[in-house]
């Protein structure tokens, strides 16, 4: 067995760690360094690198995998928000000639969950999950991620998907007239433009600005100081402004509504699981009930999605988890068996 150096690079944290391939649930030795200070990402690896052979003189990668917040097509990648490109070959070269994969970032958390162990998924209701069923990611965070994970050749296979920019489609009449107030700041209205930080905002504002609730000089003065996301949902979850909680209520049920949306679309027998850096922190709202209603309010299907399970990944690094899987099946290595929830 060798070791994989993963990677899952952001524009505010880039995050460096070896992998046992033995062990891929967790990293044998990791660090985070902030993205900005660093004029290229080869900086940050020869630092990792130097470090880690310091620690694990014996770890010497035997391939790379990297997962990267923007869109990626081959193996030259210009980050979103960062001024790097990032050189497939190039670091390659400081491997000496190991083999060096670089997906995206959500493909890479899809990645990791068929090797989730149970203790790393919270679930919110449904039953249990189909054995090789297909399976269906989101996560909300600074945008809306979606992929799907279907069983195919003796392995699950990773499809990306940029569903998050679909059309949002209100169900009733508080949401239509949020769709109308967003059209008119937006002109179209993703889900993305809700199920997100800045999309958690726009609910306040259209419930402040269009609804009549009124916002409290506390709230507002913290949102100078703070960003707005955060303190929306600290409020919502202790319940301490109506404003807040309501704006948070109506994120979980469109939340639940979407996921439902591509487990239908997928018939993700093997379970929907929400990634990204919002679900955790809104855990216990979301187990409130209006993620699920959202979920099963499907009409003639609600049966069926009454049994799709959900999860909540707990998993504190399941980007770089799953880059080191993706590129252990690029190095052609044999299939890691997956771990039923």
Not at 202 to 231: I, K, T
Not at 282 to 303: N, Q, T, V
Request: hydrophobic share 40%; aromatic share 8%; glycine share 12%.
């Amino acid at each position: 067995m060798g070791t994989i150096l993963a990677g899952d690079i952001g524009g505010t944290n880039t995050r460096l760690a070896l992998f046992d391939e033995a062990r891929l649930t967790a990293p044998a030795f990791m660090r985070v360094y902030a993205s900005g200070d660093y004029e290229s990402f080869l900086r940050i690896v020869d630092g990792f690198l130097e470090e880690a052979r310091q620690a694990m003189p014996e770890a010497e990668p035997t391939c790379a995998g990297f997962g990267v917040a923007g869109p990626v097509d081959g193996a030259i990648v210009k980050l979103t928000n960062l001024p790097w490109v990032m050189d497939g070959d190039a670091v390659r070269e400081r491997l000496v000639g190991q083999p060096v994969t670089i997906v995206n970032d959500f493909t890479a958390i899809c990645h990791a969950v068929p090797h989730l162990e149970p203790r790393q998924l919270h679930q919110i209701g449904g039953g249990k999950p189909a054995a090789q069923g297909t399976m269906a990611v989101l996560g909300a965070g600074t945008g809306l991620g979606e992929g799907f994970i279907v069983w195919h050749g003796g392995a699950y296979q990773v499809i990306p998907s940029e569903g998050g920019h679909a059309d949002f489609a209100p169900r009733n009449a508080l949401e239509i007239r949020a769709l109308e107030y967003l059209t008119e700041k937006y002109r179209r209205v993703s889900y993305e433009r809700i199920l997100s930080g800045p999309g958690l905002v726009n609910l306040y504002e259209f419930f402040r600005d269009r609804e009549g609730m009124a916002e409290a000089p506390a709230v507002r003065e913290e949102m100078r100081h703070e960003s707005a996301p955060p303190v929306i949902s600290r409020h919502g979850m202790a319940r301490s402004d109506p404003l807040c909680e309501r704006a948070l209520e109506l994120f979980c049920t469109i939340y639940g509504a979407e996921a439902g949306n591509l487990a239908l679309k997928l018939l993700a027998r093997g379970g929907v699981y929400l990634a990204g850096g919002i679900a955790t922190k809104i855990l216990p709202m979301l187990e409130a009930g209006g993620f699920r209603h959202g979920f099963e309010s499907k009409g003639r299907y609600r049966d069926f999605l009454e049994s799709v399970p959900t999860y909540v990944i707990t998993h504190e690094q399941p980007g770089l988890m799953g880059a080191a899987i993706a590129a252990r099946i690029q190095s052609g290595a044999e299939p890691a068996p997956p771990v039923q929830p």
